[in-house]
């Protein structure tokens, strides 16, 4: 028996997770820069502070039965609460159907997701986790983004829960989970170089791509027989490297511009969110990501000068940005990342190389006086 219908009723169901999860982050992102409690008092009015019925709280339904005003005094809503609960639903919505269904990132274990639901009305418990992680990632992002966007400031509390949750997925479902473990263990296995058993090169010599799951990599590679043997310790040490670079990645840039420019450059959050972000991704996407993120936010700190009439702008939601479509190029990415990235003497050229670059242009450009 098939359920042709079964895709369709997941992907829904993600969508509906997903306006309730929104639903939450508006009031996430309302509170936790006030340092309010997210959890006291209930819902209300923030004119009458009368509070909000049951059917009020319903996402989607409750601000188009209002009509965008409060019932009590008729002062309207922003329609932000509504677009932020329809955004959600439809990136989890999109994002049950790209990572189950469609595959974009090539696992091999899912391979059969789809065919699997159509067969039997469900799909693995495997390809469910996997969807929740990538969900729980961008629901961080995203707050970390809006709070950033409001305020220019991104609280710990908010980076630190979702470091701490994305340490614990590192932990439990490490690469190359949703894979069977057999699938990666010739990678380990040493080769014959001119008589000599030597370590397999993860880097030049390999000529395959490694293979992908839930965390695209591991920390590091090839992995010795007491990590291969234990791999909840190989996914500690690739969150706990993953979080530790994107934390010191933007720490790093963050002084050497501030003492090329002399003045205040990025914050503290950023460094916490690429520090959060790392925990859920590794740090090879983590480095990656920032790149991309930099790239992304020229445009957003354009549309933000012209919302917010303000010049300077925030970083955040260009690296929340960059994480999403650093993950979702990873198949692409990945391929050519990797003739560099498990090579220790290139890994530390380009450190070197990428904070000199940095020092000297923030002198250039404080010279030049752009950065006034």
């Keep these: 028996m098939e359920f042709p219908l ?58 188009l039965m209002r009509r965008g005003r ?33 595959n974009w990132q090539m696992i091999p274990f899912l391979d059969s997701s789809h065919s699997l639901i159509r067969a039997t009305g469900f799909p693995p418990w495997e390809a469910v986790v996997y969807f929740l992680h990538h969900a729980v990632l961008l629901s961080f992002l995203l707050a970390c983004a809006l709070c950033d966007w409001d305020h220019k400031a991104i609280p710990l509390s908010l980076t630190t829960v ?14 190359p989970f949703p894979n069977p473990p057999a699938l990666t263990a010739a990678l380990h296995d ?13 880097s030049f010599n390999l000529k395959d791509p490694l293979v992908l799951g ?13 990590l291969v043997k234990h791999s909840w310790i190989v996914g500690l040490l690739t969150g706990v490297a993953g979080a530790a670079a994107g934390m010191l990645l933007i720490r ?14 990025l914050g503290l959050g950023d460094a916490d969110l690429m520090m959060m972000a790392g925990a859920f991704v590794g740090w090879q996407p983590a480095v990656t990501a920032f790149f991309i ?24 939601p260009g690296l929340a940005l960059g994480v999403i479509i650093t993950l979702f190029l990873w198949p692409k990415l990945g391929p050519v990342l990797q003739l560099y990235l498990f090579e220790e003497i290139l890994v ?19 010279v030049l006086g752009f950065g006034k």
Aim: charged letters at 10%.
């Design 6 to 63: 079964a895709e369709v009723v997941y992907v829904v169901s993600a969508f509906l997770i997903g306006i309730n999860v929104g639903s939450f982050l508006n009031v996430v992102v309302g509170r936790l820069p006030l340092e309010k409690s997210i959890l006291w008092p209930n819902s209300r009015c923030l004119f009458c502070l009368h509070p909000l019925a049951l059917l009020d709280n319903l996402p989607l339904v409750g601000w």
């Design 190 to 202: 040493p080769i014959l170089v001119n008589g000599e058993l030597r370590p397999r090169s993860w």
């Design 348 to 366: 530390f050229v380009a450190i070197a190389v990428l904070g000199g670059g940095l020092f000297v242009g923030s002198i250039v450009v404080r």
């Design 70 to 102: 409060c019932h009590y005094c008729g002062t309207p809503f922003s329609s932000r609460y509504l677009w932020v609960e329809l955004f959600t639903g439809l990136c989890f919505g999109g994002l049950f159907y790209l990572d189950v269904l469609a």
């Design 214 to 226: 839930l965390y695209p990599w591991p920390v590091w590679g090839p992995l010795p027989d007491f």
């Design 162 to 175: 979702g470091t701490i949750v994305g340490l614990l997925c590192a932990t439990f479902l490490a690469w």
């Design 252 to 265: 790093a840039v963050k002084f050497t511009f501030e003492k090329g420019l002399g003045k205040e450059a």
């Design 293 to 316: 993120g930099a790239i992304v936010s020229l445009p957003l700190g354009v549309i933000f000068q012209l919302v917010k009439k303000e010049r300077a702008f925030p970083f955040g």
